[in-house]
């Protein structure tokens, strides 16, 4: 299903046409010289897109969104809902990679919305706007109220989330726009998240979660009779090391076991360089197969 990019709501200030991009690419992304006081645009996957950010405040994507983007699968088609999507760095991973996946940004903040809608509005992002909406709505709603913000039952293949992580007992940022993306405002936000999900999903949809490895109990429990074939990666600086995130991915209404797959390992050795792996992962090259393969029905 294609749908008309939404340029409406808040914009920012309009970009100067013919802005220069200058830096040297790297894995993940690189910072660009800012074009607006307070944003900069940055290159995803190697220039593959580009995404507009807040330079100084909010949250500005980086690994954890591309890992998170790396978890739809190879195959993927239909639409994927990004849910707290930010300024979009996830779900427009997943698109890049992925040509016949089109995309819903779904995010409450209209900051990091307007944000997104920039970044469609990139010549550089010409090849993706077509195939992407941008809903602005909280995704902690239920029934009645979540079906009138557009989030409707049925609606998507696939569901990817990188819900807040830090709870009451961490340091909060006194950036306000930033601890909105980082701070948990409920003890059920996995609960609220992941009852979204699993009423948006279509039966055999996929949702895919990037989380804190101390968020887990939390995660299973809200996954609850909605999902199974429950997979659990760790991801780790090194070999050796405790994980620093898990992704974890689950099937609608499959009956599959749980399963912990292996460790992905970020840096090779003592030094700073990617493994293999991560860097295919990083850069969109690759996805992060599952052992257990449901596709949704049309």
């Given at each position: 299903m294609t749908r008309e990019p939404d340029h409406g709501g808040s914009p920012l200030p309009a970009i100067p046409a013919g802005t220069e991009h200058r830096g040297e690419p790297r894995a993940s992304g690189v910072t660009l010289e800012p074009v607006l006081t307070g944003y900069t645009i940055d290159a995803f996957l190697n220039g593959g897109f580009f995404l507009v950010q807040p330079s100084d405040a909010g949250h500005r994507a980086g690994m954890d969104a591309l890992l998170l983007a790396a978890t739809v699968p190879d195959n993927a088609q239909?639409?994927?809902?990004?849910?707290?999507?930010?300024?979009?760095a996830a779900g427009l991973a997943a698109i890049t990679r992925l040509p016949a996946l089109n995309v819903v940004l779904i995010e409450r903040a209209p900051e990091m919305a307007a944000c997104a809608r920039q970044s469609l509005a990139l010549q550089e992002n010409a090849h993706l706007s077509g195939r992407t909406q941008i809903?602005?709505?909280d995704v902690a709603l239920h029934g009645n109220q979540r079906r009138a913000a557009g989030l409707?039952?049925?609606a998507y293949d696939y569901v990817?989330?990188?819900?807040?992580?830090?709870?009451?007992?961490?340091?909060?940022?006194?950036?306000?726009?930033?601890?909105?993306?980082?701070?948990?405002?409920?003890?059920?936000?996995?609960?609220?998240?992941?009852?979204?999900?699993?009423?948006?999903?279509?039966p055999g949809g996929q949702v895919s979660i990037i989380a804190r490895p101390e968020s887990l109990s939390d995660i299973l429990a809200a996954l609850g009779k909605r999902f199974g074939g429950v997979e659990i990666t760790p991801v780790c600086p090194r070999l050796g090391d405790d994980?620093?995130?898990?992704?974890?991915?689950?099937?609608?209404?499959?009956?599959?076991?749980?399963?912990?797959?292996?460790?992905?390992?970020?840096?090779d050795g003592s030094g700073n360089g990617f493994t293999t792996r991560m860097s295919d992962l990083?850069?969109?090259?690759?996805?992060?197969?599952?052992?257990v393969k449901t596709r949704p029905s049309k």
């Open positions: 239909g639409t994927l809902a990004d849910l707290g999507a930010g300024a979009g809903l602005e709505a409707l039952d049925y990817i989330m990188n819900p807040p992580f830090n709870t009451g007992r961490d340091r909060k940022t006194p950036d306000p726009l930033k601890a909105q993306a980082h701070a948990m405002e409920t003890d059920d936000l996995f609960e609220r998240w992941l009852r979204t999900a699993g009423a948006i999903l279509k994980a620093i995130r898990i992704l974890v991915t689950a099937i609608k209404g499959s009956r599959a076991r749980m399963s912990l797959r292996g460790q992905i390992l970020i840096h990083n850069n969109g090259r690759r996805g992060l197969s599952r052992r």
